[in-house]
């Protein structure tokens, strides 16, 4: 699976980032739309129309992220995946057999009619074979973007360890500076403040 998956795009596309005062909105015309998406839509082009039907279905992958990254209870998922499989059932998936050097394999090929039923239907497939449990929500609190652990042990705690995994471990060490000697400060340790990746301009 790619690191960069159409659920984490979808549930990612309208957070807000570094640098940026407002969320974005990349359903706001067919090119933005395809400038997000277009890895995934290859064959199907975004039209206007499209548009609202991508809006709700980034809102419902955003909510199951939400809810799978927090492990709330089961019932917490019914409305957003209501909303979620309204989208998939517009969705037609056609198998293809594809020989190999071990026998064959069926690739699914979606034939829907909307750009927003393919990538629905193309999340549903991704869900199936995901362990839910890697989908996680960034560790930094000014952080909120959903991003799945790929890690062995599954500890990953940032979405990216630049930004992010820099900057805490920056205010951590700030911290520590700053605490009086006798708990914990720069008196106690000789801990120093680490250095910016190369090419990074962090906000502070």
């Not at 659920?7 to 933005?32: I, M, S």
């Not at 652990?149 to 930004?163: F, G, I, L, V």
């Amino acid at each position: 699976m790619s690191r960069d998956s159409l659920l984490t795009t979808l549930a990612n596309a309208r957070r807000r980032r570094r640098g940026q005062a407002e969320p974005p909105d990349p359903f706001r015309g067919p090119d933005e739309a395809m400038r997000l998406l277009g890895d995934w839509l290859a064959e199907v082009p975004v039209t206007r129309d499209e548009l609202p039907a991508l809006g709700v279905l980034a809102d419902a992958v955003s909510s199951l992220a939400d809810v799978l990254a927090s492990a709330s209870p089961p019932d917490l998922v019914v409305e957003p995946l209501h909303r979620f499989n309204e989208l998939v059932r517009a969705a037609r998936f056609t198998p293809q057999l594809h020989a190999t050097a071990d026998g064959f394999v069926a690739i699914w090929t979606p034939s829907p009619r909307s750009s927003a039923a393919v990538l629905a239907g193309s999340v549903a497939q991704e869900l199936t074979t995901l362990e839910v449990a890697r989908v996680k929500r960034c560790a930094r609190t000014a952080c909120d973007l959903i991003f799945i652990d790929h890690s062995r042990s599954r500890t990953q705690r940032w979405h990216a360890e630049d930004p992010c995994g820099w900057i805490e471990r920056q205010h951590r060490r700030r911290a520590i500076v700053d605490a009086p000697p006798g708990r914990g400060g720069m008196g106690d340790r000789d801990d120093r403040p680490e250095r910016a990746p190369a090419g990074s301009k962090v906000p502070w």
